[in-house]
């Protein structure tokens, strides 16, 4: 069992920045494939970027590609993704997940969620 708590979320302006946080909990947190995923309104939770065990394989969704980064830092448990040139589509709630099974870019593929933080871009 794997704990996920994300914070950073908040109120921005377009073309701004936020640093989105994911503190772990439970097994050893450098077994897990980590990921981000997002939910807006009324749409359906979609990939955002994914990282590997020791970070060296990123994948992002194209809309996101050159703007968002993610990273980890497995001796503090804990996955971000940086988001700058932040646009009003990027609105929604961001979840972060965690899989131990593969390395993976659906929801199919994560086995633990948190709670979501909400990311609010104002044109």
């Known amino acids: 069992q794997v704990q996920l708590v994300e914070s950073g979320g908040g109120l921005v302006q377009a073309g701004g920045s936020l640093r989105l946080s994911c503190a772990a909990s439970?097994?050893?947190?450098?077994?897990?494939?980590m990921g981000w995923f997002r939910q807006a309104p009324g749409k359906e939770r979609e990939f955002v970027a994914a990282i590997s065990w020791g970070g060296g394989t990123t994948d992002y969704v194209d809309s996101v590609k050159g703007r968002f980064t993610i990273s980890r830092v497995n001796a503090v448990n804990t996955v971000y993704l940086q988001m700058n040139s932040l646009k009003p589509e990027d609105t929604a709630v961001y979840y972060c997940?965690?899989?131990?099974?593969?390395?993976?870019?659906?929801?199919?593929?994560?086995?633990?969620w948190g709670q979501g933080t909400q990311v609010t871009v104002s044109s």
């Open positions: 439970g097994r050893a947190f450098s077994s897990y494939v």
């Open positions: 997940a965690a899989s131990l099974r593969s390395y993976g870019l659906r929801t199919a593929d994560y086995d633990y």
